[in-house]
């Protein structure tokens, strides 16, 4: 059906924009390059493109807050200690969260607990699931950062 293929398709953008910001980590090239990188080497169609291009813009333009928000949230745990896969899918779904409103909040957490599963470790699905979750239920309070 059609509402499977779309979140099918959401998925692998949630993927590829994860990849990006990975991407971005671990080589400082400009987001720009990055984004035409990831768009370059998949067959996709123009609304997932769209979708891919909101959330990959949304995630690096408010990483400090998001890295912000996730720090709120580690108990006795130091930022710096979280992998940094783990860091960035928080980092994204927190965005996909609180800044895309066509996404319902309860649907990122899942896609975010999900991906984790995959390309991170088996214990990291808690983590997430903890940490976003933490989120869902404080986003009538989350204050949106400052332009």
């Known amino acids: 059906t059609e509402a499977v293929t779309l979140i099918k398709n959401r998925r692998l953008a949630r993927e590829r924009v994860l990849q990006g910001i990975y991407a971005f980590e671990m ?8 984004l ?20 990959f813009n949304t995630t690096v333009e408010h990483a400090d807050w998001t890295k912000q928000e996730i720090i709120t949230r580690l ?16 980092q994204m779904m927190i965005a996909e969260m609180v800044f895309l409103e ?8 899942t896609e975010g607990v999900e991906i984790s599963k995959k390309y991170s470790t088996e214990e990291s699905g808690a983590f997430i699931n903890g940490i976003l979750d933490s989120v869902y ?4 309070e989350l204050s949106e950062p400052e332009q």
């Open 102 to 109: 066509d996404v319902p909040p309860k649907v990122s957490i």
């Open 75 to 90: 108990e006795n745990w130091d930022y710096d200690r979280v992998a940094l896969i783990d860091r960035l899918i928080l």
């Open 137 to 140: 239920h404080s986003l009538d």
């Open 36 to 55: 035409a990188d990831l768009k370059r080497y998949q067959t996709i169609s123009t609304d997932v493109k769209e979708f891919m291009n909101r959330l």
């Open 27 to 34: 080589t400082g090239d400009p987001y720009e390059k990055i």
